[in-house]
């Protein structure tokens, strides 16, 4: 049996650092865009997502592979986004048996409104408390976790 390679205790406080990130930051990214804007974080991605597409469609299949989720749960969210008038779906023209997702006038507008929100929240609780060089420092380090959690560039983050 291999030997584990335990974290040494710089490694370890850096990992526990991370792991507090990823649970906190969700939640606050969240809580400002339901308070701001009564979205989740991931209907604001799923917007965002869509509003960057090639005239505001994805599969429904392509957007659930972009926004690393499951295509129940994105079916649901997109259903929610529906009843809203953010989205619509309809058949694809090419694939009967697949369907597109759709932004709506409306959805483009409430993404437009959500952004500055979101973006200052962003900046308040990441990007403004790192310098020029940590922010750097940050891009490069979260390429090379995503190049090995995301080989594939499945999320389709720019280079």
Same mark, same amino acid.
């Given at each position: 049996m291999d030997e584990v390679r335990w $974290?040494?205790? /710089?490694q370890l406080r850096a990992?526990?650092?991370?792991?507090?990130?990823?649970?906190?930051?969700?939640?606050?990214? /969240?809580s400002q865009l339901q308070r701001d804007s009564s979205l989740t974080h991931?209907?604001?991605?799923?917007?965002?997502?869509?509003?960057?597409s090639p005239d505001q469609v994805l599969r429904m299949t392509a957007l659930a592979a972009t926004t690393n989720s499951t295509l129940p749960r994105l079916s649901h969210v997109v259903s929610r986004?529906?009843?809203?008038?953010?989205v619509e779906r309809m058949p694809c023209p090419g @694939?009967?048996?697949?369907?597109?997702?759709?932004?709506? /006038?409306?959805g483009?507008?409430?993404v437009v409104a959500a952004a500055p929100g979101h973006v200052a929240t962003v900046r308040e609780h990441?990007? @403004?408390?790192?310098? /020029?060089?940590?922010?750097?420092?940050? @891009?490069?380090?979260?390429?090379?976790?995503?190049?090995?959690? @995301?080989?594939?560039?499945? $999320?389709?983050?720019?280079?």
């Amino acid at each position: 049996m291999d030997e584990v390679r335990w $974290l040494t205790p /710089d490694q370890l406080r850096a990992w526990i650092r991370l792991e507090a990130v990823v649970e906190l930051l969700p939640t606050v990214l /969240d809580s400002q865009l339901q308070r701001d804007s009564s979205l989740t974080h991931f209907e604001y991605v799923v917007l965002a997502k869509l509003s960057e597409s090639p005239d505001q469609v994805l599969r429904m299949t392509a957007l659930a592979a972009t926004t690393n989720s499951t295509l129940p749960r994105l079916s649901h969210v997109v259903s929610r986004l529906e009843s809203r008038g953010f989205v619509e779906r309809m058949p694809c023209p090419g @694939d009967r048996r697949a369907t597109n997702a759709h932004l709506t /006038d409306e959805g483009r507008a409430k993404v437009v409104a959500a952004a500055p929100g979101h973006v200052a929240t962003v900046r308040e609780h990441v990007i @403004d408390l790192l310098s /020029d060089e940590q922010v750097e420092q940050l @891009d490069g380090i979260m390429a090379a976790l995503l190049q090995k959690l @995301d080989p594939s560039n499945t $999320l389709r983050i720019l280079p």
